[in-house]
């Protein structure tokens, strides 16, 4: 088969919860604040007004984790808004793992298909029931003040942020892996580590002044060859971790097994 074909060969779904040890605040802008809301309020779904965590967001922060990690991806594009830009890497070598699981924006000049996709990831019922249960400044949020300090008078200025509290947990989210080309296996070893670098660092805004630590919590690991969705009685390939330290251990088993259906 020549090597530019594309075929699917399967899906690796990473699966489990993703749990606020601090404060969570994915804010979604100061666009669309009402008077008499919050200011810096968090993005909530449409339906249910719960505050959720945008697939786009988790995605993102991996990728920029991943690139910060690899010398061959530094930042070389501008995305967003003249307001919001954020840099990004971006190119066209087929050898480069971070635009080959996070995707090239728009797919320009993608050699293939994205591998990773990201679910939004909603807060679980045992957190919605908690919350509802707590006196909270928000419904399911509290309202932080955080304080910049004037050099000269020594004056606060009192800013107010709103977060998820800490404890919230949110599930299960799930990473779905896409088995192209005969070396992807090898690329969820890359997935596994953002994971790891994002419980050192933070999810959403305010990281640096002690909001967004998360640590991703009973993953599972499934690897659906696609025969599977044709009906076929395929065996599932199945693997538990309580947390991403244990996951180390099962990285070489999990991508051994990737690797046996992008054989088949
Ligand atoms: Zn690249």
New binding site residues.
């Given amino acids: 088969m020549p090597s530019d074909s594309i075929n699917l060969y399967g899906r690796v779904l990473v699966t489990g919860n993703i749990r606020a040890v601090t404060g969570l605040h994915i804010g979604k802008g100061k666009e669309g604040v009402m008077i008499g809301g919050v200011d810096n309020p968090v993005m909530r779904d449409a339906l249910s007004n719960q505050p959720y965590i945008p697939g786009s967001s988790l995605k993102g922060k991996l990728r920029s984790l991943a690139e910060k990690r690899d010398p061959?991806?530094q930042p070389n594009m501008n995305i967003g808004t003249a307001k919001a830009k954020v840099r990004i890497?971006?190119?066209?070598?087929p050898t480069?793992q971070?635009?080959?699981i996070y995707g090239i924006p728009g797919q320009e000049g993608a050699q293939a298909p994205t591998r990773l996709i990201v679910r939004d990831v909603f807060l679980t019922e045992e957190s919605v029931r908690h919350l509802s249960a707590l006196n909270l400044d928000q419904p399911f949020t509290e309202v932080k003040y955080e304080a910049s300090i004037d050099r000269i008078t020594s004056e606060a200025n009192p800013r107010p942020l709103e977060r998820v509290p800490a404890g919230a947990v949110f599930g299960p989210f799930e990473l779905v892996f896409s088995l192209y080309k005969e070396d992807d296996c090898r690329l969820l070893r890359n997935l596994f580590e953002a994971m790891r670098l994002l419980e050192d660092d933070y999810l959403g805004g305010s990281g640096s002044r002690g909001s967004g630590k998360v640590r991703f919590e009973d993953l599972s690991i499934t690897i659906r060859p696609v025969a599977a969705y044709a009906g076929e009685e395929v065996a599932a390939i199945s693997f538990t971790a309580e947390d991403t330290q244990a996951l180390r251990h099962q990285e070489d088993a999990i991508v051994a097994a990737a690797g046996q259906v992008l054989a088949s």
Avoid: G, I
């Fill in positions: 061959k991806a890497h971006v190119c066209n070598d480069c971070v635009c080959t």
